[in-house]
């Protein structure tokens, strides 16, 4: 069964970069989610879509923007990156109140 | 304030036996409560979901209990095997969050090892 496909699967930026990490979701699912997991830590909510629209939003920082496509994948955008930014970033996908099924996540380093 | 507790950050136990774990929430309203493995470096893994207005919802050698009263859930997992070692978490939604919000908050994880 087709799952929740991340990219890329690992970044390395420099504090002040930019940084874009994709999510495409399950075939028919309707909404995504955002989730940051730092080292040792259980995963945060960061902001979700509903047929492409925000439908919540939990501790985004400013700095982090996302939106999902007509197509319904979605991009979680990240300026001025800090090194406390340096995480693993799942994106998750369900249909409506459903399931959650993670994807395989993004380790953004920041150096 | 509200709060996720998972019994204990580790847990030991012999190949064969039953692992539980344990689950308790206080200020939430959850429609459902979920359970995840993960693995190191790894995207959680959905594993099961039990609703409100169940008491108990069983899959394989896995079962999970549900009581809102108590405001607890208790995870078991039969026969345990080396296989089965990895972190659990145990994550809910929030009824009270509002209309439309369906994000999940995930507890500390509790890290399960099975020792052959």
Known sequence: AAGVIQSPRHLIKEKRET???KCYPIPRHDTVYWYQQ????DPQFLISFYEKMQSDKGSIPDRFSAQQFSDYHSELNMSSLELGDSALYFCASSLIADTQYFGPGTRLTVL | SQKIEQNSEALNIQEGKTATL???YTNYSPAYLQWYRQDPGRGPVFLLLIRENE???RKERLKVTFDTTLKQSLFHITASQPA????YLCALDNKDSG???YQLTFGKGTKLSVIP
């Open chain 2, 22 to 24: 344990t689950c308790n």
């Open chain 2, 99 to 101: 209309a439309g919000s």
């Open chain 1, 19 to 21: 940084a874009t990490l």
């Open chain 2, 84 to 87: 089965d070692s990895a972190t």
């Open chain 2, 55 to 57: 008491k108990e919802k």
């Open chain 1, 38 to 41: 730092g080292p040792g830590q």
